[in-house]
T-cell receptor, first 115, second 114 residues
Framework: AQSVAQPEDQVNVAEGNPLTVKCTYS??????LFWYVQYPNRGLQFLLK????DNLVKGSYGFEAEFNKSQTSFHLKKPSALVSDSALYFC?????????????WGAGTKLIIKP | DSGVTQTPKHLITATGQRVTLRCSPR?????VYWYQQSLDQGLQFLIQ???????AKGNILERFSAQQFPDLHSELNLSSLELGDSALYFC?????????????FGPGTRLTVL
């Protein structure tokens, strides 16, 4: 079965330090991959996506992610964390020609940035 | 603000009742998606409509149904409600029906079943 995994339920980072939120996938072909963020009591907001091309994708709010085919990963990164980055982060993916037309979602990672 | 609107924001009802959740997509978007987010099951895809037609079906219960109207707004109907249906229900929209299209999410409807 195809899947997207976020191996960490929670990540704690000190403000100003670099942050990484991990995502691995088991999806056929060259997958489409997405990162979304959810702030408390809000809907999900799109951060970035990989469809094709450059493996390093830059997104909103200074976030970036690198598509690594050999490691089947799409980790989200930011060089310097802000307290306001504290939120729930979701990774999602899909095979490029998925007949079900639906994304496969990770379980989410809670990111806590401490001042 | 994503441009996707959902009403109502909160809904409290009793077991066995029926409710309707409403979603208006972003201007120009033809696809509407419905998701359920509960504490123990994360984000679950329910159903997608594209330009009025059902496009994809996920883990949607038979007690739930949805439709997309000619003006592209969508409604999710939940009937014979159970305590376990208490959750956040999100609507998202995208411009096309490609899986590569970015989905933009509404603020959600919080359903509480007592």
């Amino acid at each position: 079965a195809q899947s997207v995994a976020q191996p960490e339920d929670q990540v704690n980072v000190a403000e100003g330090n670099p942050l990484t939120v991990k995502c691995t996938y088991s999806v056929s072909g060259n997958p489409y991959l997405f990162w979304y963020v959810q702030y408390p009591n809000r809907g999900l907001q799109f951060l970035l996506k990989y469809i094709t091309g450059d493996n390093l994708v830059k997104g909103s709010y200074g976030f970036e992610a690198e598509f690594n085919k050999s490691q089947t990963s799409f980790h989200l990164k930011k060089p310097s964390a802000l307290v306001s980055d504290s939120a729930l982060y979701f990774c999602a993916g899909s095979p490029p020609m998925d007949s079900n037309y639906q994304l496969i979602w990770g379980a989410g990672t809670k990111l806590i940035i401490k001042p | 603000d994503s441009g996707v609107t959902q009403t109502p924001k909160h809904l409290i009802t009793a077991t066995g009742q029926r409710v309707t959740l409403r979603c208006s997509p972003r201007s120009g978007d033809l696809s509407v998606y419905w998701y359920q987010q509960s504490l123990d099951q994360g984000l679950q895809f329910l159903i997608q409509y594209y330009n009025g037609e059902e496009r994809a079906k996920g883990n949607i219960l038979e007690r739930f149904s949805a439709q997309q109207f000619p003006d592209l707004h969508s409604e999710l109907n939940l009937s014979s409600l159970e305590l376990g249906d208490s959750a956040l229900y999100f609507c998202a929209s995208s411009v096309g029906n490609s899986i590569a299209a970015t989905q933009y999410f509404g603020p959600g409807t919080r359903l509480t079943v007592l």
